[in-house]
């Protein structure tokens, strides 16, 4: 197998977010929490064993890992390739996708206004 096989992505590089079961709270790593003094950077395995939901207060074992949030999801090497997509987030291209797609159904709407 080549090497090249065993590249990560930059989505699987960085590290992993984890979300509240009964809340919906996400941590993700890169922010932190300013509620409770967690300095941005602390992955969620180096929470003080006593931390909480900043918001519904449940425990630790409550969360589960949705996986990175806030990074690219492809290679490094072709982040510069393209219009500057490839530096966007998954969400981050959702939502350009659907509103291009809704901009173009209010464009082809509006012909119905023409004479």
Known sequence: MSEAGKEKTLAEQAPPSYECRSCGYTYVPSKGDSKTNIPPGTL????????????????????????????????????????????????QKNLLIFSALALGVLFFLSLYGLN
């Open 44 to 91: 969620f395995t180096d929470l003080p064993s006593n931390w909480r939901c900043p918001v519904c207060g449940a425990s630790r074992t409550v969360f589960v890992n949705v996986g990175a949030i806030d990074a690219p999801s492809g290679f490094a090497e072709n982040l510069d390739y393209g219009f500057g997509v490839n530096r966007l987030t998954p969400g």
